[in-house]
């Protein structure tokens, strides 16, 4: 199934048959649009995920009975890595995300399998230590999380598991939470251990932070674990405290644009400003009064004391204290269903993130300054951590394919590359899937 002119689908993003009609998930149709959306045949693309998910385990492991499990990926409004330095964010969960095919096995042994990833991994439990291995690759997430739950439950038992996902890979949206969520889902509801959903993502994060050793914040984890369909998520990262806020798929459409830009320096670039942040809480401390987290400064401790600080670090603090501005204007303008002024806070916060904190690229820059010029656009930021990958524009209902043409050709002339473009809504929480 293919989509039309330029109607901006899922087709173009992940594939010709990952396609959801609007009608199809009762939605209101934009005036004028509907006839494009209508005209593409309705079904659930998680369907096909089962499907792979089924085919796999019949072809690896023997076939047999499996329970089905989901959770989403996410995209983060404003509040750019602010998580690990005890500032708020506004995360949202995703209609895209990683199912998983699970059940219990009593010889010991785990055998994870991906549609989407090399290698298939089959370990005894006493060969998972307190750290990931090389060669265990993505497995390492779901590995990571069987330890988390093995402790909370007190129960180790192994498990076959066969992973598929419709969130792209390394590309901002967060599969890697997905994958952890997805695993601690499951694992919880086959051990009947009835760990809460806050305790599932505190697994999943310290499987990301002392598993795998990538020294993310709790953001992502959260964002999918506590996803509600149709809702962000406002989290003050200290606590942690949420609150879930309704985002009006009616009012506004987020359009994911991916740049293709291999997101080469993440990991490294990404630990560097976890040490920055480290460093600038430091000066503060001590020049200024100590906080425990350098989200908490005002912009004028910081100007206090800018002549005197690295200039690295200073910038890398500014982004910090003055998108704990944006992130407060932004969870309000979202309150006040106020999407233009929401926008703002985007634009205001790729510029912070791309100047001060310096995890854009050109690429990034250029798609979203292209989003920016278009009619009904009410802002853009690229999304997760920066270093490539995807952008977010806040659209209006009705402009998505003209934005999606428009930056298109932009962003070809100047780059060469195709970029990909694909619709996303606020989707549900993890959970169990009937089959
Ligand atoms: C990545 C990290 C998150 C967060 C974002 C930036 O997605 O995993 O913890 O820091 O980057 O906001």
């Known amino acids: 199934m293919e989509a039309r002119g330029h109607a901006v689908t899922r087709a173009r993003f992940l594939g010709p048959v990952t396609i959801r009609s609007r009608a199809g998930r ?10 494009e959306f209508d005209a593409l045949v309705t079904f659930d693309p998680r369907a096909r995920l089962l499907d792979a998910i089924e085919s796999r385990t019949r072809a690896e492991l023997g076939g047999g009975p499996m329970r089905y499990f989901f959770a989403p990926g996410r995209i983060n409004l404003v509040g750019a890595h602010l998580d690990y330095s005890g500032g708020d964010v506004m995360p949202m969960a995703i209609d895209r995300g990683i199912c998983a095919g699970v059940r219990l096995r009593d010889d010991g042994r785990i055998r994870l399998h991906s549609v989407d990833q090399q290698p298939a991994v089959e370990v005894g439990l006493a060969d998972v230590g307190a750290r990931a291995e090389l060669r265990w690759g993505w497995a390492n997430y779901a590995l990571g999380v069987w330890r988390g739950v093995a402790a909370a439950s007190g129960a180790k038992i192994g498990f076959d598991a066969v992973f598929a996902g419709d969130v792209a890979m390394a590309s901002g949206l967060s599969s890697s939470a997905a994958l952890e969520v997805v695993t601690g889902v499951a694992l919880d509801a086959l051990l009947e251990a009835g760990i809460a959903r806050e305790e599932l993502a505190r697994i999943a994060h310290r499987a990301e932070n002392d598993f795998v050793g990538v020294r993310c914040g709790i953001m992502d984890p959260y964002a999918s674990a506590l996803g509600q369909p149709g809702k962000a998520l406002w989290m003050r990262c200290q606590g942690p405290r949420w609150e879930h806020v309704p985002f009006d798929p009616a009012a506004c459409e987020v359009l994911v644009m991916d740049t293709r830009k291999p997101r080469a320096l993440a990991a490294s670039g990404f630990n560097e400003r976890v040490e920055q942040c480290a460093a600038a809480r430091a000066f503060l401390c001590e020049r200024v009064r100590v906080e425990q987290h350098l989200a908490s400064y005002q912009p004028a401790d910081l100007e206090a004391v800018a002549g005197e600080m690295d200039p690295v670090l200073y910038q890398r603090a500014r982004h910090v204290v003055t998108e704990m501005g944006r992130i407060a204007a932004g969870a309000a303008a979202l309150r006040a269903h106020d999407y233009a002024a929401l926008g703002a806070q985007l634009d205001a ?65 100047r780059f060469g590359v195709e970029p990909g473009f694909d619709l996303l809504r606020a989707g549900d929480g993890p959970g169990e899937l009937s089959r």
Not at 26 to 35: D, E, H, I, M, V
Request: aromatic share 6%; hydrophobic share 40%; proline share 3%.
């Open 349 to 413: 916060s790729h510029r912070s993130t791309a100047n001060d904190y310096d995890v854009s690229c050109d690429e990034l820059d250029a798609i979203t300054d292209a989003a920016r010029q278009c009619e009904g656009v009410f802002g853009a930021r690229l999304t997760g951590a920066g270093f490539g990958g995807c952008a977010i524009a806040l659209v209006a209902p009705g402009y998505e394919d003209r934005v999606a043409a428009r930056v298109r050709e932009v962003f070809r002339a």
């Open 26 to 35: 009762g939605s209101r149709l934009a005036p004028g649009r509907g006839a």
